[in-house]
């Protein structure tokens, strides 16, 4: 529910709508929905960003431009409160003048700090999810029950509805990318492989990394081409899953892998073998998952990357938060590892149970299976 209505003065011809989401690449495209019944509306759109979801609001259709500032109650690098970084956000919004503002949060999260500099920067109208009292802060408070888990996605547009936002006729809802993507052919191949991104931004959410390289050649033995993705962070990750490392063959044991090309020599042969850590753009990025048949992952941005280029997701989903919240939304998936292990509902960054069981009862015979499930035939679909 909400305290107060919609502005019965809003309407088609809005000017400047400021909407935040300063969290995770992850949290920002799945904030996607609510920005495009926002940008049906108005004349711009622009998106309150921190420097881990820039590049996914750049790819949100809908958006105008993205202002990136590091929010401390937020951010996990918890950088200080001061005069200065909170001037330079005042200030900023002051320039851009939103008409109206929207804070998109999770249900761990407060919308009230940034509500206040929200007002100090002189924004009229504000909106968001709050269960405390605002006072003035908010013009549109809108309640939500946070015993009941609702995909973000949802629970996003359900505040973009208490606002006054709905999504225009013929929009499904689901999460989407700017179009065109680059062309990543050089780097794949044809479309078809699995992909598979080992990485993740909290180690509480990772599989080991032995059991990703024994998939990849699990995979790999069955006559997938297989290709593996990373942020420029994690090359020395996909080089030791891929075999790629100097002197270690996957999983460790020595030997070659292939590189990307199978026994033939050509790009993408079956049972090659690609390691893209650090190669690709987060646009490259998209356009590698799109041309994925699968994409296996943890619960990490890239996961609800391919979801939104409709590309079906194997996740394997440590329950430190619900997979009803997070888990890929508005595509064919299959989540993997126990739900219901002791560190349920912890939101650890790190895993507070020794041996780490919840991700690493998980086998890779299981996960091969679960790819077969979702597969499509991206040869003919692409």
């Known amino acids: 529910m909400s305290d107060r209505a919609p502005d019965p003065g809003t309407g088609p011809g809005i000017g400047t709508v400021l909407v935040a989401r300063p969290d995770n690449a992850g949290d920002v495209l799945l904030a996607g929905p609510a920005i495009r019944a926002v940008a049906a509306r108005a004349r711009e759109v622009v998106l309150l960003a921190g420097p881990y979801g820039r590049a996914a609001g750049e790819l949100l259709p809908g958006v105008s431009r993205v202002l990136e500032w590091?929010?401390?109650?937020?951010d996990p690098g918890a950088p200080p409160v001061t005069s200065e970084h909170v001037a330079r956000l005042v200030d900023e919004v002051r320039r851009i003048a939103p008409e109206q503002a929207l804070i998109f949060t999770s249900f761990h999260q407060s919308a009230l700090p940034l509500a206040l500099l929200l007002r100090l920067a002189g924004v009229p109208r504000t909106a968001a999810i709050s269960n405390d009292y605002p006072g003035s802060l908010l013009d549109v408070r809108h309640v939500v029950d946070e015993d009941v888990d609702v995909p973000e996605a949802e629970r996003m547009l359900g505040l973009a509805r208490a606002a006054g936002f709905e999504l225009p006729a013929g929009d499904d809802g689901r999460l989407a990318v700017r179009r065109p993507l680059p062309g990543v052919a050089h780097l794949t191949g044809p479309?078809?492989?699995?992909?598979?991104?080992?990485?993740?931004?909290?180690?509480?959410?990772?599989?080991?990394?032995?059991?990703?390289?024994?998939?990849?050649?699990?995979?790999?033995?069955q006559g997938h081409r297989?290709?593996?993705t990373g942020g420029p962070g994690e090359r020395a990750l996909t080089a030791e899953i891929t075999g790629t490392a100097p002197g270690v063959g996957p999983g460790g044991l020595g030997g070659t892998a292939s590189g990307g090309a199978g026994a033939d020599g050509l790009l993408g042969a079956p049972g090659s073998v690609t390691d893209l850590g650090g190669r690709t753009s987060l646009a490259e990025l998209a356009a590698v998952l799109e041309g994925a048949c699968a994409v296996v992952a943890a619960n990490t941005g890239p996961a609800h990357l391919a979801a939104a280029v409709g590309t079906p997701v194997v996740s394997l989903f440590a329950p430190v938060v619900p997979a009803a919240r997070w888990a890929p939304y508005g595509v064919r998936s299959v989540v993997l590892g126990d739900q219901h292990a002791p560190c349920r509902a912890t939101r650890a960054r790190t895993c507070p149970v020794p041996g780490h069981p919840c991700l690493t009862s998980v086998q890779a015979e299981q996960v091969a299976q679960a790819v077969r499930r979702v597969a499509v035939p991206r040869e003919v679909a692409v």
């Open 191 to 221: 479309p078809g492989y699995v992909a598979v991104h080992p990485g993740v931004s909290a180690p509480a959410r990772a599989w080991p990394a032995g059991h990703w390289a024994r998939l990849v050649r699990l995979l790999a033995a």
């Open 226 to 228: 297989v290709v593996v």
């Open 70 to 74: 590091r929010t401390p109650w937020i």
